[in-house]
């Protein structure tokens, strides 16, 4: 196990624990606790993970620690993220459950799309449009999990950008196949 392939790991193992402090707000181990210092913890826990993404990118490349582990948890680790920032946001009512629904269904397609492009040995590598999205999810989140003006606009903005990075993949798959 590398470094890049356990700050991957590290970040699986954050999302449930960010999804704690969203949706377990109830519990009587929080009932001298103010909410808002739940929203500081799951946002602090968020915003650690997203900076492992980009380290163990960042790691691998340059100091040639690309492992095909690696190629699996880093992708998986972001989906579990973003799926566990998502829908724990949706839960505590502060996403739209259609916003999340339109990201979740792109990135399950894409993600079957690139399987189904690596087993034809097709290029899978994330486009420009693929990190702006992301990017621009993950700002959204912070913004919503913060609960501060504009988090809106930005998931819709994300949406946008989420829908349109998939209509690139795919764009691109019919073009080399």
């Given amino acids: 196990m590398n470094l890049p392939n356990i700050l991957a790991f590290t970040r699986i193992l954050m999302a449930p624990l960010m999804f704690f402090f969203l949706v377990d707000r109830n519990l009587s181990i929080f009932k001298n606790v103010d909410v808002s210092w739940l929203d500081y913890f799951a946002t602090l826990l968020f915003v650690l993970a997203s900076v492992t993404d980009f380290f ?11 492992t095909k ?14 799926l566990a920032a998502f829908l724990g946001l949706m839960y505590i009512d502060r996403a739209s459950p259609w ?37 621009t999810q993950m700002i959204a989140i912070g913004f919503l999990m913060m609960d501060w003006p504009y988090a809106t606009v930005l998931l819709w903005l994300a949406v946008f950008l989420t829908l349109y990075s998939g209509f690139e993949y795919v764009y691109t798959y019919i073009k080399e196949s």
Avoid at 56 to 66: E, K, L, T
Avoid at 72 to 78: H, Q, V
């Fill in 99 to 135: 916003a999340i629904l339109l990201i979740l269904v792109r990135e399950f397609f894409i993600t079957g799309l690139r399987v189904l492009m690596a087993g034809e040995n097709k290029s899978v590598k994330a486009s420009f449009a693929g990190k702006i999205k992301t990017v």
């Fill in 56 to 66: 163990d990118g960042y790691i691998a490349r340059s100091w040639n620690q690309i």
């Fill in 69 to 82: 582990l690696g190629a699996i948890l880093d992708p998986l680790a972001d989906k579990m993220l973003t």
